[in-house]
C-alpha cells in the first residue's frame, strides 16, 4: 500500500523557520517524484515544491524560491522541505504527494496535478506572532 505521512508542522513566528518531513512506504523515492503543496480553505492548492524521481530536478513556486529547500534522503525514504524566513502567508496545510506518471528527470509545481496520485493528510503550518 502506498502511503505519505507528513509531519513537522506547527506555530511559528514570522522570521522563523521550520522542516516539515515526508515519509513514504509502499514505494521508494527512486519509483516517483515527490512534490510539496498547500492549500488554505477556500483556496487553489498551491504547488511549493518538487523533485524529478532522479533527484535531478528541483523546482520552487514564486513565492518560496530563496526560502524553502527540498531535501531527500533516499535510505529513509524520507524528503524534507526547509522552510526559512517564514511569513503570516505561508500559513496553510501542507501536503507532500507522489508523481507516478512524469519522466524521471523532470519535476513541475505547475498546475494540473492530476499526475500526482498519492497524497498524505497534510500538516498544518501556521505562521503568526
Known amino acids: 500500500q502506498l502511503q505519505l505521512v507528513e509531519s513537522g508542522g506547527g506555530l511559528v513566528q514570522p522570521g522563523g523557520s521550520l522542516r516539515l518531513s515526508c515519509e513514504v512506504s509502499?514505494?521508494?523515492?527512486?519509483?516517483?517524484?515527490i512534490g510539496w503543496f498547500r492549500q488554505v480553505p477556500g483556496k487553489e492548492r498551491e504547488g511549493v515544491s518538487c523533485?524529478?524521481?532522479?533527484?535531478?530536478?528541483?523546482n520552487y513556486g514564486d513565492s518560496v524560491k530563496g526560502r524553502f529547500t527540498f531535501s531527500r534522503d533516499n535510505a529513509k525514504n524520507k524528503v524534507y522541505l526547509e522552510m526559512n524566513n517564514l511569513k503570516p502567508e505561508d500559513t496553510a496545510v501542507y501536503y507532500c504527494?507522489?508523481?507516478?506518471?512524469?519522466?524521471?528527470?523532470?519535476?513541475?509545481?505547475?498546475?494540473?496535478?492530476?499526475?500526482?496520485?498519492?497524497w498524505g493528510q497534510g500538516t498544518q503550518v501556521t505562521v503568526s506572532s
Open positions: 504527494a507522489a508523481d507516478t506518471t512524469t519522466s524521471p528527470d523532470f519535476c513541475s509545481v505547475v498546475p494540473p496535478y492530476r499526475r500526482f496520485a498519492y
Open positions: 523533485s524529478s524521481r532522479s533527484g535531478k530536478m528541483i
Open positions: 509502499g514505494f521508494t523515492l527512486d519509483d516517483y517524484g
